[in-house]
């Protein structure tokens, strides 16, 4: 597996845990990283020894997104190679988010990806997709309202202002709010009771929910997509389609 693209990975028997690190940016998604990324989650859920996958990030920030330098330019395109947030949805292997700090943009649309997320009471969420002029293509107009609700999805795009960790557990964003020091060890149990279980019977309860979203979901986020493309397209830009 890659090691050294803005993240790094660690093993620990059959729960690999993947740390974003890019601390100067917090830990924002260069282009290099995203296809990496992609890769080594592929990578992961091929593995049979890799019963459940850890995404978390250094501190202060999970992730502010793609990074900002890389806002114009080819670098955006809506792909595949590009797009851990729909590799995440397609992995047979359960996922768990550790919010550990600020979580934007992008950053929700990997983190909501996931099989589900806990967070640390320092976290904190806002979408800054409108407020910078872009538009989101991982997901995130489809998703987020599934889970938190149109209303509540509406207010964070429309306005791009956080909201703390406790709103986020009241709100359905994240399951479990926990003191800092105690957002890891806790991921890691919940990893550990997950891989106690048949991988088959993990595996087939991962899919029947992810088949069930797409069919619900799945016409949300192909519009998305298309908006996208459609958005940068119009304007005569470069396409600049992710969080920042």
């Not at 790094?8 to 940016?25: E, Q």
């Not at 995203?34 to 992730?63: E, S, Y």
């Not at 949805?89 to 996931?114: D, F, K, L, Q």
């Not at 872009?134 to 997901?139: A, D, K, L």
Request: some cysteine.
């Amino acid at each position: 597996m890659t090691t050294e693209i803005d993240y790094r990975l660690t093993r620990d028997d059959a729960v690999l845990t993947l740390t974003l690190s890019a601390p100067a940016t917090r830990n924002a998604l260069t282009k290099a990283t995203r296809v990496a990324l992609v890769d080594d989650l592929q990578i992961a859920d091929d593995d049979p020894g890799i019963r459940v996958v850890i995404i978390t990030g250094d501190d202060p920030a999970f992730t502010s997104g793609v990074n900002a330098k890389e806002l114009l330019g080819e670098a955006n395109y809506v792909t595949a190679p590009l797009d851990p947030a729909t590799r995440l949805r397609g992995m047979r292997t359960p996922t768990i988010a550790a919010i550990n700090g600020s979580c934007i943009s992008g950053g929700i649309e990997i983190m909501i990806a996931c099989s589900f997320a806990l967070a640390s009471e320092r976290a904190m969420f806002a979408d800054t997709h409108a407020k910078l002029g872009i538009s989101p293509g991982w997901g995130l107009s489809a998703d987020l309202p599934a889970l938190v609700g149109v209303g509540r999805a509406r207010q964070l795009s429309l306005t791009g202002l956080p909201i703390d960790a406790a709103t986020a557990l009241s709100w359905g964003l994240v399951n479990e709010v926990l003191p800092h020091e105690l957002l890891l060890p806790r991921a890691r149990e919940l990893a550990a009771a997950i891989a106690s279980i048949s991988p088959a019977a993990a595996e087939n309860m991962v899919m029947l929910y992810a088949s069930g979203q797409q069919s619900q979901l799945g016409d949300a986020r192909r519009l998305e997509r298309e908006t996208a493309d459609n958005w940068t397209v119009d304007r005569g830009a470069s396409p600049i389609t992710f969080g920042a």
